[in-house]
């Protein structure tokens, strides 16, 4: 293989072409994220979320070293079914390229790849972030410095909870990456609707973050990421009594079992779902549900924007 280029799928590409909202889609959540059979439905269930708000799904992802923006049913199915998919964050896109490998896209592999593609909105669960103890271990998210220098709005139900929240969010004001709260000041816990930490700003309907998305470009001085940090409702959470106890369990584990690195999360997310009974994988997926909608209800109001209607 000679042709590295990323390649579109047909709807993907007439939408591009034509003008029409598109959403990037990650597929580590298909891959890694969700265990299966039920990582195959709800990777559907995500793009028809997408559909069903009036955009076009453009889920991303390697398929024998072609890199991919917008997947059809077939390679969705390869991805999440097939062993030994890799998960590539954004330096190992070329590797995996050149050595024809499958591989599913992190949240910062997502978010370059469709800035790359001309795709501006993107939806995902819970963003990487700095991890707890990272002042021995500097174990630190790629997802936040991509999005220092990527032009992607991410529409996303805070950073997961089993990290260091405060630490997140100081590395994002320090690298640059706007925050904002849809409907609310306070940034949620993906898990639980309020992960403790007021922001700055927030917004109130699609339309106002295609404004923001806008003033951006139309200022031509900051090119980095924009977060719409979009909670889940109180009545839709995890326990939060619950989610602390099992938290706890968890990191209480971590430290016995000298699990480290990039063992960690999934290690945690694993953890949550034998804890709960299963509860913490209902909120992960309602969480993605939800942020697939809204990513798509402003990827509509961004390009009506470009496009106003004649009167």
Avoid at 92 to 112: K, P, R, Y
Wanted: net charge negative; with cysteine.
């Amino acid at each position: 293989m000679t042709d590295f280029h990323i390649r579109f799928g047909a709807e993907v590409a007439e939408a591009l072409r034509t003008g029409r909202p598109v959403v990037a889609l990650e597929s580590t959540i298909v891959s890694h994220g969700l265990p299966r059979p039920q990582n195959l439905t709800v990777a559907r269930q995500i793009e028809q979320a997408v559909r069903k708000a009036g955009a076009v799904p453009a889920t991303i992802g390697l398929i024998g070293g072609e890199l991919v923006a917008g997947l059809d049913d077939d390679q969705l199915t390869r991805l999440a079914t097939a062993d030994g998919v890799a998960k590539l964050s954004v330096r190992d896109l070329a590797v995996a390229a050149a050595t024809g490998a499958d591989g599913a896209t992190t949240v910062a592999a997502t978010s370059a790849v469709a800035a790359a593609a001309g795709i501006g909105v993107f939806a995902t669960g819970g963003l990487g972030g700095v991890h707890r103890e990272a002042a021995q271990t500097f174990d630190e998210s790629a997802d936040l410095i991509t999005l220092a220098r990527t032009p992607i709005t991410v529409v996303c139900a805070g950073v997961k909870s089993i990290l260091d929240v405060g630490a997140t969010l100081e590395r994002l004001e320090t690298l640059g990456v706007g925050v904002v709260g849809y409907r609310t000041r306070r940034f949620p816990g993906f898990f639980v609707t309020d992960g403790g930490f007021d922001l700055d700003w927030s917004v109130e309907s699609p339309t106002q973050v295609a404004d923001v998305i806008a003033a951006r470009d139309g200022q031509n001085v900051h090119h980095g990421g924009l977060l719409v940090a979009n909670p889940l409702p109180t009545d839709e959470q995890l326990d939060p009594d619950l989610h602390d106890r099992t938290l706890a369990d968890g990191l209480a584990m971590l430290a016995r079992d000298g699990i480290t690195g990039k063992a960690v999360t999934p290690f945690l997310l694993s953890h949550f779902h034998s804890a709960t009974e299963g509860a913490s994988l209902a909120v992960n997926i309602r969480i993605i549900l939800r942020n697939a909608d809204l990513a798509a209800r402003i990827a509509v109001a961004a390009a009506e924007r470009r496009t106003p209607s004649a009167t």
